[in-house]
């Protein structure tokens, strides 16, 4: 096998399509990719046609609407191409009509009221800049989805109108900076993907793992991540044709995967493809994840993208690799070769610095999850607390820039750049692991997001923000009498304005939990108080400036935050309940029956039990505790049923029944620890931390 032959044959890209269209057909749909004109119906039709017989020679056949709906998966519903047998013969039919629109019932996905006010109908609409490809016999056409006024009911809409919101505003700034070939900005983004691996026998033990996805039980193993011998280690034979596999199956997508690699936890890998366009990149990363959990089960494993699968054992996050390029191929956040590209790229490194203090409540928000709150802020993820890192080089020629104002006391107007930029060095830059918004020399990684999220919130809220500093960059300039001084002066604001939000230390201490409240900045800690933002009145405008959410769409998406994460906790305490009284108080009972037996066994021959009585005791302690919470939990479970209000009920899931639930964990795992393992009725942290070989 090689990768050259491999790789795409499964997408319908720019070459299958220039040899299987005509170049009419072939430019216009083109400019309808590259310029969003409009798509003529005569064009859609000649598409349609060439993708079926390129499916049906590949052995697909039926083909897809595919979107991206709230629940953070995606969804598909597979129509085949068979259209009505005309005298016994079966014909093949797709129409341009099938490929731009679809129907699909709004009503059976999260809408966050968005259908009660409206119809229940919805619809799928193709998306031409993702390409379509074949998946287990099906034609895949990527799509956007909405309710039938059009409001958006899915993550790729809103995605494209923020790509559409930043291009607008960075090229109004470009312009005004001069620059007149570039067409459009891009955003680009890679996805770094952590993941665990463990095998699937010993996970289908654990109700927890099946129903959630993390455990909800478990004493710490032995031996955890303080050796350090995982991370980058050899890769375990099984593992490997897992990885394999799935590597290729990834390249005949036409995904660039390319690094895979041992993480920090035992059983924790990482894998990430080479950076695209946004949109693209979403899409991958959506297909990744769905073909890592299938390749996972053909080879007897679990593939496990739960945040926390693991207390106290690092958890899974997903990198987002952000960058802005020109058309012309110039990435606007890369450090430039001339003084006046160094003014440039101070400025847009400034339109990120500002967006990511003024909005620092949504950068937050977009990565909200039940899953997600248990490894921001614990000791190996960044904390809730939205931080810039720009390494000590970049800080400290802004540091220069604002005080010395080197711009007024050289003498020729342009030296800036060549003043300050050179001693930039790129090593210099990517040293700080704990940052949760780093620059790493040509792009910020956001370094918070959820190992189950999409990547398109996260993207959605990078692109709005910086699209809003650049437009009040570029109000300001398009005053300016003198451009460069006018940059200039809104660098050295904006450094100085928003310096608070620059941290360089290590995020992970909880002396910057103290420090970044002197600071004025927010920390929002768990889902229920970050989705709370998101409605602030701030937020709703600049989302409806530049029409990225209506406020129907913002506050539909609230509601299903709060929604979501009730619903998650809900399973996850239901899951408690069930393991503790059906297994776990079973067990300790008749574990603590077996050492009474014991003991009076012992005593009528005359041998001290002392330490018997001991260990009995405190079981049994234990156990009632077990008990008591427990019951408590099922009531608790019933009551927050009872509550109406989204926004009141998430508080309650959180605020009670949550921390019910890690009271009942912390008697069961000091009861695990002192419970003979051959009794205990789950697979142990060991025993699932080092299943793989
Ligand atoms: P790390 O040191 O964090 O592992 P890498 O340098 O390996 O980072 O890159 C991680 C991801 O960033 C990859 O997906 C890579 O393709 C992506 N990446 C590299 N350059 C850019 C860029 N200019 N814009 C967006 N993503 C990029
Ligand atoms: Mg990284």
Request: hydrophobic residues 40%; proline residues 4%.
């Given at each position: ?7 795409a044959?499964?997408?319908?890209n720019?070459e299958v ?10 430019n ?17 039709n000649?598409?349609a ?5 390129w ?14 709906p709230?629940t953070g998966?995606?969804a598909e519903?597979h ?5 009505a047998p005309?005298?016994?013969k ?6 341009g009509k099938?490929?731009?629109k679809?129907e699909?019932d709004?009503?059976?996905?999260p809408?966050?009221?968005i259908r009660?006010t409206?119809e229940?109908?919805?619809?799928t609409?193709?998306?031409?800049t993702?390409?379509a490809f074949i ?20 993550k790729k ?9 930043l ?5 109004r700034v470009?312009?005004?900076l ?6 459009s900005?891009k955003?680009?983004i890679?996805a770094e993907?952590?993941?665990?691996l463990?095998d ?5 033990l654990?109700?927890?793992?099946v ?7 478990g004493a ?7 050796l ?5 280690g050899?890769?375990k034979p099984?593992v490997?044709?897992?990885m394999?596999?799935l ?9 660039p995967?390319?690094?895979?690699h ?5 059983a924790?890998?990482?894998?990430a ?13 959506q ?15 679990i593939?496990?993208l ?11 996050g997903k990198h987002?690799?952000w ?6 191929g110039e990435?606007l956040?890369?450090?430039?070769k001339?003084?006046s ?6 400025l ?6 500002k ?7 949504l950068y937050?928000?977009?990565?909200a999850s ?29 540091k ?6 080197l ?6 107007k ?9 001693t930039l ?7 700080n692991?704990t940052?949760?918004?780093a620059?790493?020399?040509n ?27 650049l ?9 300016a009498?003198?451009?460069e001084k006018?940059v ?19 995020n ?9 409240e ?6 929002l800690r768990?889902?229920?108080e ?5 409605t ?10 530049h ?6 769409e ?25 393991m ?17 037996n014991?003991?009076n ?5 005359g041998?001290?039990?002392y330490e018997d ?7 049994s302690?234990?156990?009632s ?7 408590k939990?099922?009531r608790l ?10 926004k009141?009920?998430?508080f309650?899931?959180?605020?009670e029944?949550?921390?019910l639930m ?13 419970t003979a393992?051959n ?6 942290y060991?025993?699932?931390l080092?299943?793989?070989?």
């Open positions: 096998m090689s990768i050259t032959e491999i790789f044959t499964n997408v319908f720019e399509m220039k040899a299987s269209l005509s170049s009419e057909t072939f216009s749909l083109n400019k309808t990719v590259e310029e969003g004109a409009p798509l003529d119906i005569t064009v859609a000649e598409v046609s060439a993708m079926k017989d499916a049906i020679s590949k052995g697909a056949t039926h083909f897809s609407h595919w979107f991206q709230m998966i995606t519903k129509d085949s191409f068979i259209s005309q005298g016994g079966v014909i093949l039919e797709f129409s099938e490929l731009i679809g699909s709004a009503s059976s996905f809408n966050g009221g009660a409206f229940a109908r919805g619809f609409a193709w998306d031409p993702s390409y998946k287990d016999k099906t034609l895949y056409i990527p799509t956007a989805f909405c309710a039938f006024n059009g409001e958006a009911l899915d809409t809103p995605l494209l109108r923020s790509v559409e919101a291009n607008k505003q960075a090229m470009l312009r005004l001069g620059n007149t070939t570039a067409k900005v955003v680009s890679g993907q952590e993941y665990f463990i699937k026998k010993m996970g289908l654990r109700p927890d793992l129903f959630t996805g993390r455990t909800l039980f710490k193993p032995p031996k955890g991540q303080e350090e011998d995982h991370y980058f050899s890769i099984r490997k044709s897992f394999e596999e590597d290729e199956e990834l390249w005949k997508l036409g995904i995967v390319k690094t895979e041992n993480e920090a936890a035992p924790q890998h990482e894998i493809p080479i950076y695209s366009s946004v949109n693209v990149a979403t899409d991958n990363n297909l990744i994840m769905d073909l890592m959990k299938k390749t996972a089960d053909k080879h007897g494993l593939c496990l739960h945040e926390k699968p693991f207390a106290g054992v690092a958890g899974s987002n690799n960058s802005i390029e020109t058309s012309d990435n956040l890369k450090p430039g001339t003084p590209e160094n003014l440039q790229f101070l847009f490194l400034a339109s990120v610095i967006a990511a203090d003024d909005y620092q409540d937050r928000s977009a990565v039940a899953g997600n709150d248990h490894r921001l802020g614990a000791s190996e993820a960044p904390p809730a607390i939205i931080s810039v890192y720009l390494g000590e080089d970049l800080l400290s020629a802004l220069a820039l604002e005080n010395h104002d711009y007024k006391t050289t003498k020729t342009m030296s800036l750049g060549v003043k300050i930029l050179p060095s790129k090593d210099a830059t990517d040293r692991r940052s949760p918004l620059y790493t020399g792009k910020f990684e956001f370094r918070m997001v959820g190992a189950s999220d999409s990547t398109a919130d996260s993207s959605v809220v990078l692109n709005v923000t910086v699209a809003e500093s437009r009040l960059f570029a109000d300001e300039l398009e005053k009498t003198d451009i006018a200039h002066d809104i660098v050295v604001n904006t450094v100085k304005k928003h310096k608070r939000i620059l941290f360089t230390g290590n992970y201490a909880t002396e910057w939990t103290e420090e970044a002197k600071r004025g900045l927010k920390n768990s889902t229920p970050a989705a709370s933002i998101l602030d009145e701030k937020n709703v405008l600049l989302y409806e400036r029409k990225v959410f209506s406020y129907t913002i506050a539909s998406r609230q509601q299903i935050m709060f929604e979501n994460y009730s619903r998650v906790i809900n399973i996850e305490a239901l899951t408690v309940v069930d503790a009284k059906k297994n776990i108080f079973p067990a300790i009972n008749s574990y603590v029956n077996d050492i009474i014991g003991i066994a012992k005593k009528s021959v041998i001290d039990a009585l001991r260990l009995s005791k405190k079981l302690n234990l156990n505790q077990i008990y008591v919470a427990t019951e939990l099922e479970i019933v009551e927050a049923k009872k509550i109406k209000d989204a009141t009920q998430a309650y899931y959180h605020d029944i949550l921390s890690k009271e009942i964990r912390s008697y069961a795992d000091e009861a695990e620890k002192n393992s009794v205990w009725p789950y697979p142990s060991s025993d699932l080092f299943s793989v070989n």
